[in-house]
């Protein structure tokens, strides 16, 4: 049989975007696709925005057949042909050959539409009637959406331009009886449309996409808009057209209709629904589905069709809007898309951020990396290690530190604790070895530490008014008001804050403004722990101490055995040998302070991990501070942000307890 054949073609419809070469003169032809996006808008449900479903979210079961011959209206043969077209012989009849077209001016039978029909090649509307349409060198029949009139071709009604529609093939591949069937020569390709032996390869409907070369379609939707904005359509989406299912086979039955889309595919009208089209309209072809888990991920299965009330057994694959219940696949991230005046998150290609993270993840659903054995991911995307010092007194702590040191003569066990073998072997006195003595000597006796054993004792107070004789005793005392000094003589005591020494009667020894020691004569009540405004406002050994932004009385101190269960860890101003204690209490529970103070955890420069009880702030968690005492109530300021304080490895009430650089009792709540 000796027919003509068209070029193959994808469509423009109002459900997709005007592409480059989409209804404009172009290399790849005016019927040409490309790789536009499609425009979501005509699919959305009301609550689209809710993060659920494009459309819809119900189970269903793919039904692969055709739609009986009821479904897809009555009989082409049947139906009237439009008023342009003449029986035979004439632009746009019925051919089987192409005798049948020979009074047709550049005319031929063109095998491509089912049952054949004669065409001619044109340059200009005008050469192809009233009735036909000019489009790259042919004339196709021209239509109206809605009137069904390309019923009579075996065809549907697509745009090929603004305002421009044609009769484009939509071959069945299981023809009914009596209704328009393609040649034995050329049989129906139901991915193009067209009766034609196989002129393209590619994947099937609903698989991936880069261009439309990979699709057999030959119509890929792009996983962006022309705007630049993602479409949903994540990694590419293949579709092909076809003609829309008369509506009986939407509104007649449970399950979405196939029509003459390629098996697995179910048929949706391409302006999103169903009261906005009549049969013989554009329709697209997407994968079928009964469930998610059919469909490629970032996709899910929908149910129901815009316009229609009912959520039918089967679904179609279609883009699937992502929150934090539906992540996005690897590689892709959550964003924001505005669809006319709809408002959607939809996912969209990103590029992973890791540049200085080695662990955690990507912002794209990957991740960095991942730490080492015994190391864990902090929320900034580093890898640290949580000490692991429970039970444990010395040894590794698992993190390249230690959880002590063991005193002189022990050593520190397997299990973490510190062990000592006492030794008085030929030993009387002196040192054990552990800590202990071997016994004391009787008065008179000395002991020699070298050998352990006592010797006689001979009393040394030549040139010494005070002090220890040598023998356990003392050759003197000093009277109120002077000390010892190291060479056995009494001398004026000079004036020291912590022991209260060196000042006169109702005096007191504070820190002066350069740091040097000084007595005064203020002498305050203010108690320990309370706000001061002055020095002056504190009693003996103490001193208004300024701690972040506060102001309150402390006990002075040169070492931790000078303050009563806190730390000798508040630097003063001027000198390094005094400093002011903190006191004890759980920055984790908040107890341990009285009311109106909170319990803090800070850094001091020279000592870590500090406890205090400071006026409780104002800060409240996650916002930024300034000092240890901004915060509010078992709250302590961790890198200028409020936080909860856990402890090392410990649990939090909210968020993941996180190592701070420096502690290794303590963390911080990171959420």
């Not at 003569?409 to 030929?426: E, F, K, L, P």
Request: charged letters at 15%; proline letters at 8%.
């Amino acid at each position: 049989m000796n027919t003509s054949s068209l070029t193959p073609f994808v469509l423009c419809f109002g459900l997709v975007s005007i592409a480059s070469g989409c209804g404009t003169a172009s290399s790849s032809g005016p019927y040409d696709r490309g790789d536009a996006a499609a425009d979501l808008a005509p699919m959305l449900d009301a609550d689209a925005s809710t993060g659920d479903s494009l459309i819809a979210d119900d189970k269903l079961s793919v039904d692969d057949t055709p739609v009986p011959p009821e479904d897809l209206g009555s009989p082409p043969d049947a139906v009237p042909p439009p008023p342009d077209v003449t029986p035979t012989g004439t632009l746009f009849s019925r051919c089987s050959r192409e005798a049948d077209c020979a009074g047709i001016p550049n005319g031929g039978c063109y095998a491509d539409f089912p049952g054949g029909l004669c065409l001619r090649t044109c340059t200009r509307n005008t050469d192809c009637t009233a009735a036909g349409v000019c489009l790259d060198g042919v004339c196709f029949p021209r239509c109206s959406p809605g009137t069904r009139s390309c019923l009579a071709y075996g065809a549907f009604c697509g745009e090929q331009g603004p305002g421009v529609y044609s009769c484009v093939p939509s071959c069945p591949t299981t023809p009914a009886p009596g209704a328009l069937a393609c040649f034995s020569a050329t049989p129906c390709d139901p991915w193009l449309g067209f009766c034609a032996t196989d002129r393209f390869t590619g994947a099937d409907n609903g698989a991936p996409c880069r261009t439309k070369n990979d699709c057999h379609s030959r119509n890929c939707f792009g996983e962006r808009f022309a705007d630049g904005q993602p479409s949903g359509f994540v990694g590419g989406y293949c579709t092909s057209s076809t003609g829309r299912p008369a509506d009986r086979a939407y509104t007649g039955s449970t399950t979405l209709p196939r029509g003459n889309c390629p098996p697995g595919g179910i048929a949706i009208p391409a302006t999103g629904s169903l009261t906005g089209s009549v049969e013989a309209d554009a329709a697209l072809c997407y994968r079928g589905c009964t469930a998610d888990g059919d469909c490629r991920s970032g996709y899910r299965c929908q149910h129901n069709v815009h316009g229609s009330s009912i959520t039918y057994a089967n679904g179609f694959c279609y883009p699937a809007a992502c929150g934090a219940a539906r992540p996005c696949p690897a590689g892709y991230s959550c964003q924001t898309v505005r669809v006319g005046t709809t408002t959607l998150q939809l996912c969209g290609a990103c590029t992973p951020t890791c540049a200085g993270r080695p662990c955690g993840p990507d912002g794209c659903g990957g991740t960095c990396g991942t730490c080492p054995t015994g190391q864990t991911c902090s929320a900034v995307g580093s890898c640290s290690c949580t000490p692991t010092c429970a039970g444990r007194t010395c040894g590794p702590n698992g993190c390249g530190g230690a959880c002590g040191t063991c005193p002189t003569g022990q050593t520190c066990n397997t299990a973490g604790t510190c062990s000592c073998t006492r030794d008085c072997t030929g030993r009387t006195c002196g040192s054990d070895g552990c800590g202990g003595t071997c016994g004391t000597c009787p008065t008179g006796q000395m002991c020699n530490t070298s050998s352990g054993a006592c010797v006689a004792c001979v009393r040394n107070c030549t040139g010494r008014t005070c002090g220890p004789d040598g023998c356990g005793g003392t050759c003197g005392s000093c009277p109120t008001g002077m000390e010892c000094g190291t060479v056995g003589t009494c001398a004026a005591a000079p004036c020291d804050p912590v022991r209260q020494t060196g000042c006169a009667t109702g005096q007191r020894c504070t820190i002066s403004r350069t740091g040097a020691p000084t007595c005064t004569t203020s002498v305050g009540t203010t108690p320990i722990g309370f706000p001061c405004v002055i020095d002056g406002d504190c009693g003996r050994r103490a001193f208004c101490a300024t701690i972040g932004g506060s102001q309150v009385c402390r006990n002075l101190c040169r070492t931790d055995t000078d303050c009563s269960g806190g730390r000798c860890a508040i630097p003063i101003d001027g000198t390094t040998t005094f400093r002011v204690c903190t006191r004890t209490c759980d920055p984790v529970s908040g107890s341990g302070c009285m009311a109106g103070d909170g319990c803090v955890l800070f850094d001091t420069g020279t000592s870590a991990e500090v406890t205090d009880c400071l006026p409780e702030g104002l800060s409240t968690r996650g916002t930024s501070c300034s000092g240890p005492d901004g915060c509010r109530a078992v709250l302590s300021c961790v890198a200028s942000t409020c936080r909860e304080v856990c402890t090392a490895g410990g649990a939090c009430s909210s968020g993941t307890c996180s190592r701070v650089t420096g502690w290794t009792r303590y963390g911080a709540c990171i959420r």
